[in-house]
């Protein structure tokens, strides 16, 4: 049964990331760690948003996505992290959509969220994986994102554009993944939960 779903799971993955298509699940929220003051970091040297150099409609609506998703978020905010997503998605060639995913279920859009064990920011990044990222602050939206999608497009080719190996690397990283793939159930539920919110994205 197990083989049977991650196969369909795979199929729709496949199916998501060339073409977009995939029915349409309302989101679910997942808690991450503890929150921190949600004030978004920003480096003068690091990130300067340019609102005008986004598709308008893409860019207002994943902003009201964000803000909706998670209410405590400053409108200017959830906008900046809007605009991160779409750079990072199209500068390494990732569906937004799988990237906001992404987002959503690792620290619900809280930029200086730090887990119990220590991953941090955005994309919850581990620190020893900052450090092999190049990542200066992974506070930063712009910093730990870059980073963050910077390492699912190295998992994607690594897995040869297995969607599912790619998402279960970040997760668990390759090694756990070499040694036990990817059908431990907690595996099996974060695929599927990215999955569901990708299906929410505007």
Request: net charge positive; glycine share 6%.
């Amino acid at each position: 049964m197990k083989k049977l779903r991650l196969t369909y799971i795979s199929f729709m993955f496949i199916c998501l990331l060339t073409t977009g298509c995939a029915g349409s699940m309302k989101s679910g929220k997942v808690s991450v760690g503890q929150n921190v003051p949600a004030t978004v970091v920003r480096p003068s040297n690091t990130y300067i948003p340019r609102d005008n150099s986004l598709p308008a409609v893409t860019l207002e609506s994943l902003t009201a996505y964000i803000n909706d998703y998670n209410k405590k978020l400053d409108y200017s905010d959830a906008r900046l992290i809007a605009d991160v997503i779409l750079r990072v998605s199209t500068k390494h060639r990732i569906d937004y959509k799988v990237v906001t995913a992404l987002v959503a279920i690792e620290s619900g859009f809280r930029p200086n969220v730090t887990s119990p064990s220590g991953a941090m920011g955005l994309g919850q990044l581990m620190p020893a994986t900052a450090r092999s990222l190049k990542v200066n602050n992974p506070y930063d939206p712009m910093d730990n994102l870059n980073g963050a999608v910077k390492l699912l497009r190295s998992n994607l080719e690594k897995y040869e554009g297995d969607i599912n190996y790619a998402l279960a690397a970040y997760k668990m990283g390759c090694g756990a993944v070499s040694r036990s793939g990817i059908s431990q159930s907690s595996t099996i539920r974060y695929i599927q939960n990215i999955r569901k919110i990708f299906d929410s994205v505007p």
